[in-house]
Structures are given as C-alpha cells and as structure tokens.
C-alpha cells in the first residue's frame, strides 16, 4: 500500500524551461511527465500546481510598470499554457488527465469545481490547477496550499532546482547548511524560502505537511513517497524529539 493516498505537486514555470531558462524545454517535459506517470502507477493520486514565470511573471512586470494586477492576470494565463504543455506530455505517456482553471475558457479547460476535481482523482486521473487562484496578488504558492486544502491532500511536494531549505543561498553562499526538517513556524518566523507567507500559513493552519527537494534528480518524487531522507521536511510538529535544525 502507498504510504499516501493523495498528493499535490507544485512545480514552478522555471522547473519546464530547463538549462534554457525560459520557455519550455521539451526533454524536461517529459522527464516531469515520466514522474507524474511513476506516481500515478503506485495508484497515488496525483494533483499538479504550476508557476508561469517562464513565460511572464506577474511581479516582474509589476515592477516593471505595468499595473499589477494586469500583470497578474497575465502570469495566470502563462500557468495555463504551461498546463496544457504537462497535459499534453502526460497524455501521450497513456496518462488520463484533466486541466481545470480558475479563469473561465471552455473551449481548452474545465472551470474549477472542487467536487469534480476530486471526482477526477477518485477516478485515476491526474488534475492540473490551471490560473492560480483566480485572483492578482496571490502566488501559485498559495495556490498550491489552497487547492491541496480543498481536495484533501495529505502531503504537498514543492519541487525545486536545489535539494532542500538551507540556511543561505547555497548557489552564493559555501558551506551553506541544508535543514532536514523545520516546523511551519520555524520557516516562517526564519524567513526561510520555502513558500509565501500566506501560503505557509495554509498549511500550517490545516496541517498539511511540505517537502522541499530537488526535482531534477530522477526518481526523487517516488523517494519522497517511499519515506527516503529526501529533501527538507516542513510539519506542524517535529517527527521526533532530535533538534530540527542544524547544530
């Protein structure tokens, strides 16, 4: 038996453009879409999240001058191209999914409607949350502990292009250390970089546990899903008495 029932992936724009740094990079398709298609044969369902900044972000443009909420909507039709490029990636694997959106545009999505959502990954198939919350001003972060709320998933998987939470950005910063696991306040009070605020704060109010890791590495969603020591755990409270932080 799975040691979940029901999970939700939030991938960021970035994670599809590979070493390209922008657009979509086709052989990072479908790695993705390989995972989902792992995760799925466990009998685990599945439910995905994703960002649009390889395309546009909203808070880029923003600070660029335009209007943010325009550039928020904009960023949200940017998480719906990117949605239609997982679906058709999962699809042609044999995958069955459905893209479901915030924004109303029947003729490429169903609308958002909790109940058919989970109807969908009662049946097997593969949900993808299409134009975040709806609403500018608001991160597909949120969107993730949202929507992993309504359905009733029992675990988030934030993937990312590092192996975990760390103390400083490891790219800048040697001898960085890596947290192996934190409580929901403790990354928030820490101002760590996991989540948004208010995306934490859904999770910590509703208990939902996170795990940061590293998406790049091939077979980590299933680790996770396994128990393996992958990545940086986020709970409401320490799986053990041990310290959660480095010493």
Same mark, same amino acid.
Request: net charge positive.
């Given at each position: 038996?799975?040691?979940?029932?029901?999970?939700?992936?939030?991938?960021?724009?970035?994670?599809?453009? @590979?070493?390209?740094?922008?657009?979509? /990079? +086709?052989?990072? =398709?479908?790695?993705?879409?390989?995972?989902?298609?792992?995760?799925?044969?466990?009998?685990?369902? =599945?439910?995905?999240?994703? @960002?649009?900044? %390889?395309? *546009?972000?909203?808070?880029?443009?923003?600070?660029?001058? $335009?209007?943010?909420?325009?550039?928020?909507? $904009?960023?949200?039709?940017?998480?719906? $191209?990117?949605?239609?490029?997982?679906?058709?990636?999962? #699809?042609? $694997?044999?995958?069955?999914?459905?893209?479901?959106?915030?924004?109303?545009?029947?003729?490429?999505?169903?609308?958002?409607?909790?109940?058919?959502?989970?109807?969908?990954?009662?049946?097997?198939?593969?949900?993808? *949350? !299409?134009?975040?919350?709806?609403?500018?001003?608001?991160?597909?972060?949120?969107?993730? !502990?949202?929507?992993?709320? #309504?359905?009733?998933? #029992?675990?988030?998987?934030?993937?990312?292009?590092? /192996?975990?939470?760390?103390?400083?950005?490891? %790219?800048?910063?040697?001898?960085?250390?890596?947290?192996?696991?934190?409580?929901?306040?403790?990354?928030?009070?820490?101002?760590?970089?996991?989540?948004?605020? +208010? !995306?934490?704060?859904?999770?910590?109010?509703?208990?939902?546990?996170?795990?940061? *890791?590293? =998406?790049?590495?091939?077979?980590?969603?299933?680790?996770?899903? /396994?128990? #393996?020591?992958? @990545?940086?755990?986020?709970?409401?409270?320490?799986?053990?008495?041990?310290?959660?932080?480095?010493?």
């Amino acid at each position: 038996m799975p040691r979940y029932r029901r999970i939700l992936l939030k991938l960021s724009g970035e994670a599809l453009a @590979g070493s390209r740094g922008q657009g979509i /990079d +086709t052989d990072t =398709l479908q790695a993705i879409a390989r995972e989902c298609k792992q995760v799925r044969e466990r009998g685990v369902e =599945l439910a995905i999240v994703i @960002g649009g900044g %390889n395309i *546009f972000r909203g808070v880029a443009g923003a600070s660029a001058g $335009m209007d943010r909420a325009s550039a928020d909507y $904009m960023g949200m039709l940017a998480t719906c $191209m990117n949605s239609l490029a997982i679906q058709d990636a999962l #699809e042609k $694997m044999g995958v069955q999914t459905r893209v479901q959106s915030a924004i109303a545009m029947q003729q490429i999505a169903e609308p958002y409607i909790r109940r058919r959502a989970i109807r969908h990954l009662e049946k097997g198939r593969v949900v993808i *949350f !299409a134009g975040g919350t709806g609403n500018p001003y608001f991160t597909t972060d949120t969107t993730a !502990a949202l929507r992993a709320a #309504e359905i009733g998933a #029992e675990l988030v998987l934030k993937a990312t292009k590092v /192996d975990g939470v760390y103390d400083a950005d490891p %790219n800048k910063v040697p001898g960085a250390r890596r947290y192996t696991e934190l409580t929901h306040h403790e990354v928030l009070t820490r101002r760590l970089a996991v989540m948004d605020s +208010t !995306a934490l704060s859904l999770c910590m109010d509703n208990e939902l546990p996170i795990v940061v *890791f590293d =998406l790049s590495v091939p077979g980590n969603v299933l680790r996770v899903l /396994d128990g #393996e020591p992958v @990545g940086t755990w986020v709970r409401s409270k320490p799986a053990g008495a041990a310290p959660t932080l480095p010493a």
